[in-house]
């Protein structure tokens, strides 16, 4: 899942990817997994074949949000820097970081946004071999707040289905929640936590994008290694 800049001063998320770019923005708990491995961070729909647009990229940078509160999740975010660019090509496309007072009154007042992933199928079951889409309604926030006995805070919002069987799921969570106007999708949401997985009554809860503009684009232009290190955290999710 990855985000990024490009010469139009669009900026890109999670699991749509930039060309010439090297930034990734998602949240901080997958940040540390990736910093030790090579992730597939682009073209890849399924984990078990060889599909000839795979690419594999080297984190060099890990920006953790120092307010990150493990009991609540909140500030659940973190930019990665790659040490080789992304470059476009099949089945890798952009997605735009939007500007923060259109991207609420208009993006996340549409009925849907969409969500992408290889996490678990259902709530017990295994994750998934191929990149799965799902179209979820975006929640009233104070139908958001009274589902949880957990906090929402602002930095939060909810997104799914009160009796489908269908949500995000463990092994989801970094990954894009994003809204599409016209032709183009923007990224508005990061896949935080939530309980269980498409239980009635209860919805996805999503990092709020918008609300981290001004540090994203801090973090953008951060120097130095990678100095952050793994921490014990277990969502309810």
Not at 53 to 61: I, P, Q, R, S
Not at 76 to 82: C, G, P, Q, S, Y
Request: proline share 5%.
């Amino acid at each position: 899942m990855a985000a990024a800049t490009c010469n139009h001063a669009c900026r890109y998320c999670d699991s749509e990817l930039p060309g010439s770019s090297r930034q990734l923005v998602l949240h901080w708990r997958s940040a540390i997994s990736l910093l030790t491995v090579f992730g597939r961070s682009g073209g890849d729909r399924n984990t078990e074949q060889e599909e000839g647009n795979e690419m594999a990229h080297e984190v060099e940078l890990v920006i953790k949000h120092n307010r990150f509160v493990r009991e609540t999740y909140d500030f659940d975010i973190a930019v990665l820097r790659l040490k080789t660019p992304i470059a476009f090509r099949m089945n890798v496309a952009p997605a735009c970081l939007p500007q923060k007072d259109w991207a609420e009154a208009t993006l996340m007042t549409q009925k849907t946004g969409i969500v992408s992933g290889f996490g678990r199928t259902h709530e017990k079951g295994r994750p998934s071999s191929t990149l799965k889409m799902l179209e979820v309604p975006y929640v009233d926030r104070n139908t958001c707040k009274l589902s949880s006995s957990f906090t929402i805070t602002q930095n939060m919002f909810c997104a799914g289905y009160d009796a489908n069987p269908e949500d995000a799921c463990q092994g989801d969570s970094g990954g894009p929640h994003v809204t599409r106007f016209k032709d183009t999708y923007f990224v508005t949401g990061i896949v935080s936590w939530g309980e269980g997985c498409a239980r009635k009554g209860k919805y996805g809860v999503y990092t709020k994008v918008t609300a981290f503009l001004k540090w994203i684009e801090k973090s953008m232009r951060a120097k130095g290694p990678a100095a952050d290190t793994p921490a014990s955290a277990s969502p309810p999710h």
